[in-house]
């Protein structure tokens, strides 16, 4: 029997533990070779929580019309980026799929109609993180889609259907930024801890929400204000956080990590729920 096989096998078991949620600032694809803080806190959470049988990832990076999820056997590494060094490029993920979980999740989703894809893969949204938590690739990665014709709300509901995968030892990660303005980047400061005014306004209203149950706040971003608009001039890195918010039980805790920002209009800010 194949490791592959014990996973199916010990992920059907279902889990004594409810597994944590996780929300990921990814930042430069960069950070999937570099050493630095921000990896170094990738790396710490991994250790800190349970192993998963599984990791359902949602990538800013895969935007879709309509709502899917991987369901191939063995996701390719995707390149989804230009104009960085050849050693990003080298960079494979070797991940299995898990086609049994993606047609679980398919399953649970009654909401909205979900479709199985068999042409993605893993992008840098999903990779160059999951990559620190798990470097030896031996735990099964499907990735579901953002579909950029809906609201935040049905993202944030959407996410609710999915919570019993935490029972069944399924890691689900959001990955994005929680302020992402790539045509405001001051790019001489992007390797130090740097923020424009708007950009700390923004994150720190969006940890006070986060922390204070004040979801409604962050679903209706839109109406908060200029330095939100700042933060999220397109919504794509912001909803993965509505995902891992809306599985947020009334009594886990939340614990903020990787809090910092970088080349001004850019934060790291990572966040793990679990059980208290």
């Given at each position: 029997m194949n490791?592959?096989d014990?996973?199916?096998?010990?992920?059907?078991?279902?889990n004594?533990v409810?597994?944590?949620?996780l929300?990921?600032g990814?930042?430069?694809?960069?950070?999937?070779i570099?050493?630095n803080?921000?990896?170094?806190?990738?790396?710490?959470?991994?250790?800190d929580i349970?192993k998963p049988?599984?990791?359902l990832?949602i990538s800013?990076?895969?935007e879709?019309?309509?709502?899917?999820v991987t369901?191939m056997?063995?996701p390719?590494?995707?390149h989804d980026?230009?104009?960085?060094p050849q050693?990003?490029?080298?960079?494979?993920?070797?991940?299995?799929?898990?086609?049994e979980?993606?047609q679980?999740?398919?399953?649970?989703?009654t909401?909205a109609h979900v479709g199985?894809?068999?042409?993605?893969?893993?992008d840098?949204?999903a990779w160059?993180v999951?990559?620190?938590?798990y470097?030896?690739?031996?735990?099964?990665?499907?990735q579901?889609?953002i579909d950029?014709?809906?609201?935040a709300?049905?993202?944030?509901e959407?996410?609710k259907?999915?919570n019993s995968l935490?029972?069944?030892?399924?890691?689900?990660?959001?990955?994005g930024n929680?302020v992402h303005?790539?045509r405001?980047?001051?790019?001489?400061?992007?390797?130090e801890?740097f923020?424009?005014?708007w950009a700390?306004e923004?994150n720190?209203?969006?940890?006070?929400?986060i922390?204070?149950?004040?979801h409604?706040?962050?679903?209706?971003f839109?109406?908060q204000g200029?330095a939100?608009?700042?933060?999220?001039?397109?919504?794509?890195?912001?909803l993965?956080l509505?995902?891992?918010l809306?599985?947020?039980?009334g009594?886990?805790?939340?614990t903020?990590?990787?809090?910092?920002p970088v080349?001004?209009?850019?934060?790291?800010?990572?966040?793990?729920i679990e059980?208290?």
């Amino acid at each position: 029997m194949n490791l592959k096989d014990l996973n199916k096998m010990t992920s059907n078991l279902g889990n004594t533990v409810k597994m944590p949620v996780l929300f990921l600032g990814h930042g430069s694809p960069m950070n999937a070779i570099e050493e630095n803080e921000f990896v170094q806190g990738f790396r710490k959470v991994g250790k800190d929580i349970p192993k998963p049988h599984a990791i359902l990832c949602i990538s800013a990076h895969w935007e879709t019309r309509g709502t899917f999820v991987t369901a191939m056997q063995n996701p390719r590494t995707i390149h989804d980026f230009g104009g960085f060094p050849q050693a990003l490029f080298d960079v494979q993920y070797p991940a299995p799929g898990d086609p049994e979980l993606a047609q679980e999740t398919q399953k649970l989703i009654t909401k909205a109609h979900v479709g199985l894809d068999d042409n993605w893969g893993l992008d840098h949204g999903a990779w160059s993180v999951i990559k620190h938590l798990y470097p030896n690739a031996d735990i099964p990665v499907i990735q579901m889609s953002i579909d950029y014709s809906q609201p935040a709300r049905y993202h944030y509901e959407l996410a609710k259907q999915i919570n019993s995968l935490r029972q069944k030892g399924v890691l689900i990660i959001g990955s994005g930024n929680m302020v992402h303005n790539l045509r405001m980047v001051a790019w001489n400061k992007l390797n130090e801890e740097f923020a424009f005014d708007w950009a700390t306004e923004a994150n720190e209203k969006m940890k006070s929400h986060i922390l204070s149950g004040d979801h409604q706040k962050l679903i209706d971003f839109k109406s908060q204000g200029k330095a939100f608009d700042l933060a999220i001039p397109t919504p794509e890195h912001y909803l993965p956080l509505l995902y891992a918010l809306a599985l947020r039980g009334g009594k886990e805790k939340i614990t903020l990590f990787n809090d910092k920002p970088v080349g001004g209009s850019l934060t790291m800010t990572s966040l793990k729920i679990e059980e208290a």
